[in-house]
C-alpha cells in the first residue's frame, strides 16, 4: 500500500479519506438548512378547509341562482346588473379573512414550538397534529434515559437451590472472559481524547476500568495492563442482532514475559446467540428471561480462542466462522432508568383519547415491562404472541400462540378474535414472529397490538405505513434515524 504522494500523512497512521459532501450538502446538513431557511409563507389549506369553502359555494350558487331567476323576469332590472350582483355572491362565498386566519393560525403554533425549542421542518403539517389518534413511540433514549447502569453479568455460576435463574454477579466479581468481551467487543472510537459511540458501550468500558487509545486498542488502567487491540470488527447487523471483534490479546506472563492471544469477541441479543455457543448452559433461557422481565436489558457474550497465523488471514475471515462455536461468557445486565416526564406526558395523551404504542428494538420481555411501569398497558395482563413449540425464546415457525410474560397464562392464537383479545390483554408481538406470519394476518391485527418489540428499522416504517391506510393519523417519537413517522 502506497501513500498519495502529495497528501500529508496523518499524524496517527491512520487511513486517508476523500470527502464528498461537507457543510449543508451531507444528509444532517440539509436537515439544518431546511430548519434555518424554511419558507416564511405556511399555510393551513386542509381537506376539511376545501369542504367547508365547497358548502359555503353551494348555498352561494343557490342564492344567487334564486336572485337570477327572480330578477330576469323583471322588467325593471338591468341585466347587467343583476350578472354582476349573482357574480358577486358567488364571489364573496369565501370569507377574505378565511386564508389569513388559517396562515395566522400556523404562523402562531410555530413561534409557541419555537419558543419550547421544537422546530418545524414542514409547518404544513401542524394542523394534522390534531387529528393524531394513534401516539407510536420508541423506548431506548425516548421514553428511557440514556444513562445506562451496569449491574452486572449473570449466567456464570450455577442457579441456587430452588431456583431456575443464575445470580447476578456485580461488575467487581465479573469473571475474566467476560471482562474482555466487554471490553474488546464495541464500535467505539476516540476522538480527541473523548469516546465517540454507543452508551452502553461506553458504560461498559469505564465499569471495569480499561481506556480506549487511537488505533482501535483497549488498554486496562490497572492491574496486569493488557491490552485488546482490534484486528477486525463485524459491526452490528439489525438482521442478525449481533457484532463481534477479532481481537489480539496482549499480556504478560507470570515470569514477565510479553504473550499474546488471538481470539473472536462477540455479543448480541440472548436469543440468536444461544446457538452459536459449543454448549449454552441449562439455565440460559431462564437467566436472560428473568432480568428482561425485570425491564433490564440483556445481552449475551462469547468468546473463542484462535491459533496462531498472519493478520492478513484473521481479516479474511468469514462473519459465519468467525461467530460459531463460541465459549458461552455470561450475560451482561444493564439497567435504563425511566425518564422522569415519560410517565406524565404518556398519562396526558392516554386521558385524552390517544392510543399508545411502543415500537422498539428491545427484548419483547423488556418492552412489556417498560411499558406497563410507564402505564401504556391498561389491562391487568400482558399477553405474547410466540410460537406453540419454543415458547417465549422465541424459535422456527410453526403454530402460534399467545403467553403472558411469566408463562402462566395462554391463549390460542385466533386472528379472528384478536379484537375481542385486545379489550382484556394488552398485546404484544416480536419482530420474529411478525416475519413467520402472512401480511394480511398482520395487518388485520395491526391496531389491537400494544408492544411491537426487536423489530428492524423496515417493520418499525411498515407499522407507521400499515396504520396510515387504516385511516389512521399517527405520530412517531423516536431518537434515532430509523425511528420513522
Not at 52 to 80: I, M, Q, T
Not at 285 to 306: I, M, P
Amino acid at each position: 500500500e502506497t501513500h498519495p504522494k502529495g497528501i500529508p500523512k496523518p499524524p496517527d497512521n491512520g487511513c486517508v479519506a476523500y470527502v464528498i459532501r461537507n457543510g449543508f450538502n451531507t444528509s444532517q446538513g440539509r436537515l439544518v438548512r431546511t430548519i434555518m431557511f424554511s419558507s416564511e409563507q405556511t399555510t393551513a389549506a386542509t381537506k376539511e378547509a376545501g369542504i367547508f369553502v365547497s358548502v359555503l359555494l353551494c348555498f352561494a350558487l343557490a342564492a344567487a341562482g334564486y336572485v337570477l331567476k327572480e330578477g330576469w323576469h323583471d322588467p325593471k332590472r338591468n341585466k347587467a346588473k343583476l350578472l354582476l350582483n349573482c357574480s358577486m355572491i358567488i364571489a364573496s362565498v369565501v370569507p377574505p379573512e378565511l386564508p389569513m386566519n388559517l396562515s395566522l393560525a400556523v404562523n402562531s403554533s410555530l413561534h409557541s414550538l419555537s419558543k419550547l425549542g421544537v422546530f418545524c421542518t414542514e409547518p404544513f403539517r401542524i394542523p394534522f397534529a390534531g387529528k393524531v389518534g394513534v401516539c407510536c413511540f420508541d423506548k431506548t433514549g425516548t421514553l428511557t434515559s440514556e444513562d445506562l447502569i451496569l449491574e452486572g453479568v449473570a449466567g456464570m455460576q450455577a442457579p441456587q437451590a430452588n431456583a431456575a435463574h443464575s445470580k447476578l454477579d456485580p461488575p467487581a466479581n465479573t469473571p475474566d472472559p467476560s471482562v474482555l468481551v466487554l471490553c474488546g467487543c464495541h464500535g467505539l472510537v476516540n476522538i480527541d481524547d473523548s469516546l465517540s459511540g454507543e452508551m452502553m458501550e461506553k458504560v461498559a468500558l469505564e465499569a471495569f476500568g480499561w481506556s480506549l487509545s487511537k488505533g482501535d486498542i483497549s488498554m486496562e488502567n490497572a492491574g496486569r495492563k493488557r491490552k485488546i487491540i482490534v484486528h477486525h470488527r463485524f459491526p452490528f447487523a439489525s438482521s442478525l442482532k449481533r457484532m463481534a471483534t477479532v481481537v489480539e490479546l496482549a499480556d504478560r506472563s507470570p515470569t514477565g514475559a510479553a504473550t499474546s492471544q488471538f481470539m473472536v469477541l462477540c455479543k448480541g441479543a440472548p436469543e440468536t446467540m444461544q446457538d452459536r455457543y459449543v454448549a449454552a448452559p441449562p439455565h440460559f433461557k431462564a437467566t436472560y428471561e428473568f432480568y428482561s422481565r425485570q425491564g433490564a436489558r440483556v445481552l449475551a457474550l462469547g468468546y473463542k480462542e484462535l491459533p496462531r497465523q498472519p493478520i492478513s488471514q484473521l481479516r479474511s475471515m468469514s462473519r459465519d466462522s468467525a461467530e460459531k462455536e463460541l465459549q458461552f461468557a455470561g450475560l451482561v445486565v444493564f439497567r435504563c432508568p425511566n425518564k422522569f416526564e415519560s410517565a406524565t406526558s404518556l398519562k396526558a395523551l392516554k386521558e385524552s383519547g390517544h392510543h399508545l404504542v411502543m415500537i422498539t428494538g428491545d427484548q419483547v420481555l423488556t418492552a412489556c415491562h417498560v411499558a406497563r411501569e410507564l402505564g401504556m398497558c391498561s389491562n391487568p395482563v400482558s399477553l405474547i404472541l410466540t410460537p406453540k413449540s419454543s415458547g417465549l425464546a422465541g424459535g422456527g415457525p410453526g403454530e402460534l400462540e399467545w403467553v403472558s410474560p411469566d408463562e402462566s397464562e395462554r391463549q390460542p392464537f385466533d386472528v379472528k378474535g384478536t379484537r375481542r383479545l385486545s379489550k382484556k390483554y394488552d398485546l404484544c408481538i416480536s419482530g420474529e414472529t411478525w416475519r413467520s406470519m402472512e401480511t394480511e394476518v398482520i395487518d388485520r391485527m395491526m391496531e389491537d397490538v400494544r408492544v411491537f418489540a426487536r423489530v428492524s428499522p423496515t417493520q418499525k416504517e411498515q407499522i407507521l405505513l400499515s396504520l396510515k391506510a387504516k385511516g389512521h393519523y399517527t405520530l412517531m417519537c423516536g431518537d434515532g434515524t430509523n425511528d420513522v413517522g
